[in-house]
């Protein structure tokens, strides 16, 4: 069971680093073609960016997504020892190495766990998950993001998050060149058509950044995860609890979460509205709640 | 042709046989590991129970034998050879119910609950106690693992000639269990 979804998790990654790929290099055929009308350069300078990017991102992607979240990180037991025991309680019983341990600044509670394998892990809490939850609530879930890190469930978000952001930068770049490049070449019959691809790319780019986080956080995951979680604390009420007080509570600071990201949290940071909920990364709360109390 | 085919299926067998063996020994392995983190986990508390009876002696009274009751338990768990499991946990259990009735006494007196010195030992004593009850379940873990593979085919052939032997679970103390909703029972071990 823990096996499959490893084995399920890896095979996820290569799928969506392909698909990456070929995303990356349509769009150098379409920019290349349209600039030097040389379709091959613009694929060959796509991919290499794809593969620099790429490389980058597996090294310093822990490191990326913290500051993306205004994380900082804590380097002794003393600084939080609350947070930092149970930490160490977790990775214990789960069988994997201390992570890395983040503090994001924040009055709200929430969590996330991030990095590209178990021994390169990281997790981040909130200031406001510590004053709020008593220990059994924070251990649940602390042991919820250890489950994460045990099925290599970080692995598959990160990039994804990565990768999306890629997109979503790919995008804004798209609008930009909209706006002032186009303005420019306005007489240019070339310059129409390159503006005119770069809007048709923002359009077609943003839903694909959306499928594609869809596509690596499913909502199973949360689901496996909680389940995850009472196998190491043998404890559902402390999961129940926290996810109670958690859904209960403010989203989070719109300064703090970068919206790629906000699908690694243990809940939605962001401000939820009720008719994105069939697309949205997070199962409902209640849900979720309703599947600890059977256990 | 036909020896070469026996030569092929004795080879196959054979490094199936060292796949099957290596397998054992790493489960093997893995329950004596977790069992050295319960071990690292007494020893730590068995270093700060000195320094408790110390802070608590001078400021709080106690009945008489509570504080030496903790104190004795203590050196008899040093005693206590490590591969004792069984018996080294028992007293592992007691010594923590009564350093619950030192933190129970000790609560009724606030300049000992103000003491910096109190507080940091306490936090430390909840910590150990909490990683006790977290590697003895990792423990559990590993052992079913291992039994599990002592137990099933064809491992369970490999491991009787080479006199592999099941690994003992620690029993969880009686009040945890009632606490708890899900149990080690599923394993049917």
Do not use: K, S, Y
């Given at each position: 069971m823990l096996f499959e979804q490893i084995a399920k998790n890896k095979r996820k990654t290569i799928v969506l680093f392909v698909g990456f790929f070929l995303f990356m290099g349509i769009v150098g055929a379409a920019l290349g073609y349209c600039m030097f009308g040389e379709w091959v350069a613009g694929v060959i300078i796509a991919v290499v960016t794809g593969i620099v990017y790429a490389v980058y991102m597996f090294g310093q992607s822990t490191d990326v997504v913290m500051g993306m979240n205004h994380a900082q990180e804590i380097t002794?037991?003393?600084?939080a020892p609350d947070l930092w025991h149970i930490v160490e309680d977790m990775a214990l019983v789960a069988n994997v190495p201390m992570p890395r341990v983040f503090i994001i600044d924040d009055p709200s509670p929430n969590a996330f766990a991030t990095g590209n394998d178990p021994e390169h892990a990281a997790v981040a809490a909130t200031s406001g998950i510590m004053s709020v939850l008593t220990r059994e609530e924070l251990e649940g879930v602390m042991a919820h993001e250890m489950t994460h890190v045990r099925n290599y469930d970080i692995r598959l978000q990160t990039i994804a998050v990565a990768l999306t952001s890629a997109i979503a930068m790919l995008a804004n770049f798209g609008t930009h060149f909209w706006y002032f490049g186009g303005s420019r070449n306005r007489d240019n019959k070339e310059g129409n058509v390159i503006a005119l691809i770069a809007s048709i790319a923002v359009l077609v780019l943003a839903p694909i950044a959306a499928t594609l986080v869809q596509l690596a956080i499913s909502r199973n995951r949360e689901f496996l995860a909680d389940a995850g979680a009472v196998e190491l604390t043998r404890n559902p009420q402390g999961l129940i609890n926290a996810l109670n007080k958690i859904s209960n509570s403010e989203p989070m600071s719109d300064e703090n979460v970068s919206p790629e990201s906000a699908a690694l949290y243990i809940s939605n940071p962001l401000q939820t509205k009720k008719l994105t909920n069939l697309f949205s990364?997070?199962?409902p709360m209640s849900e979720r709640i309703s599947a600890l109390q059977k256990m | 042709m036909i020896g070469w085919i026996i030569v092929g299926i004795v080879v196959v067998l054979a490094l199936l046989w060292v796949g099957i063996y290596n397998g054992l020994v790493q489960a093997r392995m893995r329950t004596q590991e977790s069992w050295s983190q319960i071990d690292v986990q007494l020893k730590r508390r068995n270093d700060l129970i000195p320094n408790l009876v110390e802070t608590v002696k001078g400021s709080a009274k106690f009945e008489q034998g509570t504080l030496e009751k903790v104190v004795s338990l203590r050196n008899a768990l040093t005693q206590?050879?490590?591969?004792d499991h069984q018996k080294t946990m028992a007293l592992s259990d007691q010594l923590t119910n009564s350093l619950k009735s030192v933190f129970a006494v000790a609560e009724s007196y606030p300049d000992l609950k103000a003491s910096n010195q109190y507080n940091k030992l306490m936090e430390e004593l909840t910590n150990t106690e909490n990683k006790i009850a977290y590697s003895r379940q990792l423990f559990n873990t590993t052992t079913a693992t291992y039994n599990t593979k002592l137990q099933s085919f064809p491992t369970n052939f490999v491991a009787k000639i080479h006199s592999f032997k099941p690994s003992e679970f620690l029993e969880t103390p009686a009040e945890e269990r009632e606490m708890v909703n899900v149990s080690f029972d599923e394993r049917g071990l």
């Open positions: 002794n037991a003393d600084q990364t997070h199962p | 206590t050879p490590t591969d």
